[in-house]
Each structure stands twice: as structure tokens, then as C-alpha cells.
């Protein structure tokens, strides 16, 4: 999934912004969860993309982990970059392991859309609104005022995750799919 995101997405207008067919996507996702085998590259680029979506959306607690939602969202509020930055890398440290490599491949494919841009319209702050709602989320609800001011600091932060994936992950997270 992440690796046809990663060859089609940077060509891909509006990808993540555009959803995929809702009856396909619901249809591949019960054959996915079924472990039946599915060929996405026959599908839309933007079905792929909703069902990635729906996937970091349904893991247990967030891949940023919930209860770190606090210290993830005050992250922002931190003097310069370096210093989000040291603190981004020691809450990574804090995640599970799957989640991290998760992780580093996600800004992986974020970072090779981000920098064609000019060609998808999707820049940092587009992936931002995008991606975000689908990678944090508070343990509890709280009233849509509340929830709306988080959704846009996770949106802040992914950002600045795509923006400084490089700095954050390694230079290596522009070569994790190899030559493709």
C-alpha cells in the first residue's frame, strides 16, 4: 500500500485530499481484513489512499499514541525548531517499535509527495489537514470547539513532521522503497 502511495502518490493530484470509491474502498477493506488477497495496483490511487487512511485511523490508542497526546500537541508550543525537534525524536523514542517504522515509512511517501508539490498541490500543510485526523486523536471526546482547535495543532505538528522528516528520521527515510 505504502509503496504504490510512494510511486503514484507525488504524480497524484490531490492525493490524500481526494477520496476513493466508497463502496470499493468498503469492499477491499472486508477482502484486506479477511486476508484475502488483494492487487491494489489495479485499483484507483485514491482508493489506496483512503484505505491507508482508514487503517492509521483504526489502530488501537493512534500511531502517535494517545497517551502522548498531550505532550505531542505541546510540541508546537516549543522554542525553536531544534528544540521541537529533540522533543519529537524522544516521544518517537516512546512509541512501540512497529509504530515507529510505521512511522518513518508514512513520512517516507509524505516527504517524496511534499516535495512535488508543484505538480500534486499537495504541500506540507495540504498533507497536514489531510493526514492528521487519521494519525492522533484525544483518548476522550470533548466538545467539537475543543476537538477542532486540537485537529488543527496535530495538523501544525504534521507539518512540521514532513517538513523536518529528514531531520527527525534520518536522511534514509528518502530511500526506504529503494530505486523505484
Not at 512535488?116 to 498541490?121: D, F, T, V
Not at 492528521?132 to 501544525?156: N, Y
Request: aromatic fraction near 8%; glycine fraction near 6%.
Amino acid at each position: 500500500m505504502l509503496s504504490l502511495l510512494y510511486q503514484e502518490g507525488p504524480s497524484t493530484e490531490g492525493i490524500f485530499r481526494r477520496s476513493g470509491s466508497a463502496k470499493t474502498c468498503k469492499e477491499l477493506k472486508e477482502k484486506l481484513d479477511s486476508g484475502a488477497e488483494v492487487d491494489l495496483a489495479c485499483e484507483s490511487i485514491f482508493v489506496t489512499a483512503s484505505l491507508f487512511k482508514d487503517f492509521l485511523r483504526n489502530i488501537p490508542g493512534s500511531i502517535l499514541s494517545s497517551q502522548l497526546c498531550d505532550k505531542w500537541v505541546s510540541v508546537m508550543d516549543q522554542g525553536n525548531n531544534e528544540e521541537k525537534i529533540k522533543s519529537i525524536q524522544r516521544l518517537i523514542e516512546q512509541l512501540p517499535r512497529a509504530n515507529v517504522i510505521l512511522l518513518r515509512y508514512l513520512f517516507g511517501v509524505l516527504h517524496g509527495i511534499e516535495i512535488r508539490s508543484e505538480e500534486n498541490q499537495m504541500n506540507a500543510f495540504n498533507l497536514a489537514i489531510c493526514i492528521a485526523p487519521s494519525l492522533l486523536w484525544p483518548p476522550v471526546s470533548s466538545t467539537p470547539d475543543i476537538e477542532s482547535e486540537f485537529t488543527k495543532k496535530v495538523s501544525s505538528l504534521v507539518q512540521f513532521l514532513t517538513e523536518n522528516c529528514c531531520r527527525i528520521f534520518g536522511e534514509e527515510i528518502t530511500s526506504l522503497f529503494g530505486e523505484m
